[in-house]
């Protein structure tokens, strides 16, 4: 079992910047893909950035391409989402996953689940 706890939420201005973490506890990720999704009120939740095993590949939701970068640090067992330029449209609940796989792009894939953290963005 894994459990991913993630941090970083908050408030912020249009413009402004954030950056999430995520780390897993249970057992070592370094073999699993893992990813930011987002969810706004009567949404479904959306794909934002994905990132391989090793860390070598990654993918991106067009919408945050050029904004937002994610990483991670297997020593760590965590994944970030460094949030730049964020617009109003940026705010939901944001979540990472951990796939089966070790590297997806999809939410069907994801079979590990954090609480989520919220962010907010005022204009």
């Known amino acids: 079992q894994v459990q991913l706890v993630e941090s970083g939420g908050g408030l912020v201005q249009a413009g402004g910047s954030l950056r999430l973490s995520c780390a897993a506890s249970?057992?070592?990720?370094?073999?699993?893909?893992l990813a930011w999704f987002r969810q706004s009120p009567g949404k479904e939740r959306e794909f934002v950035a994905g990132?391989?095993?090793?860390?070598?590949?990654?993918n991106y939701v067009d919408s945050v391409k050029g904004r937002f970068t994610v990483s991670r640090d297997n020593a760590k067992n965590t994944v970030y989402l460094q949030m730049n330029n964020l617009k109003p449209n940026d705010s939901a609940d944001y979540y990472c996953?951990?796939?089966?796989?070790?590297?997806?792009?999809?939410?069907?894939?994801?079979?590990?689940w954090g609480q989520g953290t919220q962010v907010t963005v005022s204009s």
């Open positions: 996953g951990m796939s089966r796989s070790y590297y997806a792009l999809h939410l069907s894939e994801y079979i590990y």
């Open positions: 249970g057992r070592t990720v370094s073999s699993n893909g």
């Open positions: 990132v391989s095993g090793s860390g070598a590949s990654t």
